[in-house]
């Protein structure tokens, strides 16, 4: 696997473009943000009218335009708003209106692989993915690093596509950490089994499960909050520093000999098994067209699994708890006044 740094891009190639982020979530921020601290000068985020990310937008003195005329104006439009919604993003806005030989950008690519997406063979297609949510590939630029990006090419019509990415990233910050190349097969499909196995839905149902029989056997809520949920940044932190190894040197004898006995236990051959048919699922297609379907129906199942998530008791005990810890709230991650 191939990996590049500043060294190996041509910053000139991404500052001689006129550039717009369609989005401005916590990704555009950081892109539309990172590209103009890095001396491109013709940066546009794209919005729908009356858009309340528009203010935001303004207040960190980038112009605001609409999807269509964004189209019409940039040589590249990164799309950064969500999966659910590129697809009539581009029918509607970008496709008639996309310059002849335009560069079609994504920081993730689920409508390309799964071809919901389908771009005119003119356009050059490529994707840069920050390893790292928006608020991190800002902030982490700001420091004078970077986040490691992935750089895939879908179509190469101008023979300059890579080039054209590889400068993206390196505007972004991307170069500073490392620019991997890959494809948007393995990084849609990786990201999404990570997302659902383990990062998301994965840590998420093992709390939540551990929490409820905690206290179904009659513990304090507020002890099981501490020993379920809380603690775990200390563990992440110890395998996101060093590796696995790293937490098991740093833990007891006791809890070390408690990973090995009972962690097995807990997730088993059938848990690998129900990962693989995940997996399946993902490579299938089945999944994206579930997804696809909860939203041109409106998303009930999944505004109901919201609210019922939110309205679990660990929800409530957290924020107590959490207003005892004031350090919590004076380093995170998250302002959603900014993004």
């Not at 590049?4 to 401005?24: E, T, W």
């Not at 390196?170 to 499909?189: L, Q, Y």
């Not at 833990?251 to 090995?260: F, K, L, Q, V």
């Amino acid at each position: 696997m191939r990996v590049y740094y500043d060294r190996d891009a041509d910053l000139n190639l991404i500052k001689s473009k006129k550039v717009a982020i369609v989005g401005y979530g916590s990704q555009g921020f950081a892109h539309a943000n990172n590209l103009k601290d890095s001396g491109v000068k013709d940066v546009v985020v794209g919005l729908r009218p009356g858009s309340p990310s528009a203010v935001k937008a303004e207040t960190a003195k980038i112009k605001v335009m609409d999807p269509s005329e964004c189209a019409r104006w940039a040589d590249v439009v990164m799309i950064l708003t969500p999966d659910e919604l590129q697809r009539q993003l581009y029918t509607e806005h970008l496709a008639k209106n996309l310059k002849q030989g335009a560069a079609l950008a994504f920081a993730h690519g689920l409508n390309i692989h799964f071809k919901l997406i389908e771009p005119r063979p003119d356009l050059d297609v490529f994707m840069v993915a920050p390893k790292g949510p928006g608020h991190t590939v800002r902030s982490e630029y700001q420091r004078g690093g970077g986040v490691p990006c992935l750089l895939a090419i879908a179509q190469n019509a101008s023979g300059n596509a890579h080039e054209i990415g590889l400068s993206y990233a390196s505007a972004i910050g991307g170069g500073r950490s490392g620019v991997i190349e890959t494809s948007f097969r393995e990084e849609v499909e990786t990201d999404l089994f990570g997302e659902q196995t383990v990062l998301c839905g994965g840590i998420t149902s093992l709390i939540t499960n551990a929490f409820d029989t905690l206290v179904e056997a009659g513990y304090a809520p507020e002890m099981a909050y501490f020993e379920c949920l809380h603690e775990v940044k200390l563990i992440v932190d110890l395998i996101y520093e060093g590796g696995i190894a790293n937490m098991r040197y740093s833990i007891s004898n006791t809890a070390e000999y408690g990973d090995y006995t009972r962690g097995p236990r807990v997730v088993d051959q059938g848990t690998r098994a129900r990962m693989r048919e995940i997996l399946n699922e993902i490579q299938s297609g089945k999944f994206v067209t579930e997804w696809m379907a909860e939203n041109g129906a409106g998303q009930p199942s999944f505004k109901a699994m919201r609210r019922r998530a939110a309205e679990h008791p660990i929800e409530e005990v957290g924020e107590k708890l959490r207003a005892m810890m004031p350090w919590i709230a004076k380093n995170r991650l998250v302002d959603k006044s900014k993004n």
